[in-house]
């Protein structure tokens, strides 16, 4: 625990020195880029990994995130710093209701449900032209003035603070154990009194609430919301993440962020190509990396831990 | 309320509705009984799609013969995908299969369109296309044929899960794998002939629609969607389950396209399950009681 937060506190303090190293604006919209994915996918851990039940549907609170802080800022003339944390609030609401749905069922009814709330709001913004002007999307949101990446780097940043400290409040307090129980043995956990429904909720609101900041960020900086914010594609990118990086650890889906944003980077000449690889690379992580990178970490580590341990005895004895 | 419209909307939907029940039939089996959440499934489709472009314009084969190859190449594939990557996660729980077969659908969605392209293919169909009237009704020769073909790979499919040896290895499977291992059944051949038929109900699917509109590489993601709308519409694993959903579905679009609006038309699916699982969760047609 202590570890995990000294990882993560180096890790926040590390990017902040970022902007102060780096100029070029191109290396900086990949920091924002990875920040961004780094809290979408924290926040899709506190579901996937702390509950244990796997959401297809987390574009939805993404997107209703960016639609609401869109329109709040073209409509309404919100500043940015009140448009970002309503976009949290109405996601969050968005997963309230969701959740009471969803978080009744478990297993494959579970995903496919999540899944078709997140295809009706892309429907719905695709064809509710009055509020949404449909498939052309909300272009022109304000940036007010920001041209710098370096500015954006620093409010993204302040996000991931704001994603990883509470994450981290929600997985250390007694609400987060409940939910490791419930994942771990559901049965179990309701015996001493653990009610699943009401953990599950708290994680799944506050993973809305989490992945609606990001939207509302998303949808300032790129300054254009379409319906395409509820599409698959976002999904499986922020799934990829998380099981790479090893869900159900803080750690993880930060790692997996940057390493997946800087993978699809690199290979965004091939477009295709690079889909495919990627397809390759996910069917390989889940046949020999099941557990992710930080699994992997973790499995190196406590082998290294028992090794040394016997050469010690034998050293004793021949003393 | 307009009869002949009415008939109309309610034969484009049936004709929609078989070709849904056949992918769904697949889906059911390899979902509703092996519990593999298969979001692979729509490529599946797509591509018996495309190797029915294949067969037919480059091979230069005719439609039904086109068909048995094109059933027996994707049995063969689906019976590797099952052995090499399904298996590895069997007995797992649901969650390495979904990131399995999602992996599984970006790979063949994106080596599709690097080998052949995003444009759309025109499966040579197997009669003209000239339009027949009964009555008020217009029904093109080929949508008839097309139709008749997935009726009677219903119909086999059924008889394969009911009459033969096979079928009835399947069923044991399911029950009690444990069971039917001991009893002598080679388990792991059994999963892979499910997922194997699953596999070809969805190609053959998709190259029946191919012949009537055209196969194109990126159209796998809705059908999978919609294959698993309707399995949960019909209950878990239910033969019959699939078939009345697969009508239910094509039927509440067609008629949602004609008379409500068309743009939404993807939307009733999603609204469907999303009731079903509120009120009835175990589906109209649930072999087993059941719930989600």
């Given at each position: 625990m202590t570890l995990e937060r000294n990882v993560l506190l180096a890790f926040l303090a590390a990017a902040a020195l970022l902007p102060a190293l780096v100029t070029d604006q191109y290396l900086l919209h990949l920091g924002v880029v990875a920040l961004f994915y780094a809290i979408l996918a924290t926040s899709l851990n506190l579901v996937v990994g702390y509950v244990g039940e796997f959401s297809l549907g987390h574009t939805a609170f993404l997107g209703a995130g960016a639609y609401t802080a869109a329109l709040l800022s073209t409509?309404?003339?919100?500043?940015m710093w009140a448009t970002i944390p309503l976009a949290g609030l109405i996601s969050a609401v968005f997963g309230f209701g969701i959740g009471a749905i969803t978080l009744r069922l478990q297993g494959p009814y579970f995903v496919i449900v999540t899944l078709s709330f997140a295809e009706v709001l892309r429907i719905v913004a695709n064809n509710?032209?009055?509020?949404?002007?449909?498939?052309?999307g909300l272009a022109g949101?304000?940036?007010?003035?920001?041209?710098?990446?370096g500015t954006f780097f620093y409010i993204v940043l302040g996000l991931t603070a704001v994603a990883l400290y509470l994450a981290f409040r929600f997985v250390h307090s007694n609400a987060g154990r409940a939910a490791v129980a419930v994942r771990e043995n559901r049965y179990v956990a309701q015996s001493i009194g653990v009610d699943p429904f009401g953990t599950a909720m708290q994680a799944f609101v506050l993973g809305a609430f989490l992945a609606g900041l990001a939207g509302g960020f998303y949808a300032h900086y790129i300054s254009f919301v379409g319906p395409e914010v509820f599409r698959f594609p976002f999904m499986v990118t922020m799934i990829i993440m998380v099981l790479l990086g090893g869900k159900g650890t803080l750690l993880g889906p930060i790692a997996g962020a940057v390493i997946v944003t800087l993978l699809e980077e690199y290979l965004r000449e091939m477009q295709e190509l690079r889909l495919t690889l990627f397809g390759l690379i996910v069917m390989a992580v889940v046949l020999?990396?099941?557990?992710?990178l930080m699994g992997f970490i973790a499995q190196r580590r406590e082998q290294q831990g028992t090794k040394p341990a016997p050469r010690a005895a034998t050293k004793e004895r021949t003393v | 309320m307009d009869l002949d419209l009415f008939l109309q909307f309610l034969t484009n939907g049936v004709v929609m509705g078989v070709f849904y029940a056949l992918s769904a039939l697949g889906l059911t089996l390899i979902f509703?009984?092996?519990r593999v959440v298969n979001f692979a499934h729509g490529e599946f489709y797509m591509l018996g799609g495309v190797t029915g472009w294949f067969v037919t314009s480059y091979l230069g084969l005719d439609f039904f013969s086109g068909l048995a190859l094109v059933a027996v190449a994707m049995a063969a594939f689906g019976w590797l995908v099952d052995r090499f990557l399904i298996e590895r996660v069997r007995g797992q729980g649901e969650e390495p299969g979904i990131l399995l077969t999602i992996g599984l659908s970006i790979f063949l969605v994106n080596a599709t369109l690097l080998v052949v392209g995003p444009a759309p293919m025109k499966v040579a169909g197997a009669v003209s296309e000239g339009p027949l009237f009964f009555g008020p009704i217009a029904v093109t020769k080929l949508r008839l044929v097309a139709v008749g073909v997935g009726i009677a790979l219903i119909a086999g499919a059924h008889l394969i899960i009911r009459r033969t040896r096979l079928g009835a290895a399947m069923r044991a499977t399911f029950q009690d794998p444990m069971a039917a291992s001991l009893a002598g059944i080679r388990t792991g051949n059994v999963y892979a002939a499910t997922f194997a038929l699953g596999c070809t109900l969805a190609a053959l699917s998709g190259m029946l629609l191919g012949s009537i509109y055209s196969a194109q590489a990126s159209v796998g993601g809705l059908i999978s969607l919609k294959s698993f709308v309707v399995v949960i519409l019909g209950g878990m694993g239910s033969f019959a389950g699939a078939i009345a959903g697969g009508l239910l579905l094509g039927v509440a679009e067609a008629f949602w396209g004609g008379y409500v609006a068309t743009g939404m038309v993807d939307v009733v699916g999603f609204v469907l399950v999303i009731l079903i699982l509120l009120f009835r969760p175990q589906g109209l047609f649930s072999i087993r009681a059941e719930r989600a």
């Open positions: 409509h309404l003339g919100l500043p509710w032209i009055a509020v949404t002007n449909g498939p052309m949101i304000d940036q007010f003035g920001i041209t710098n990446k020999f990396l099941p557990n992710g | 509703g009984l092996m």
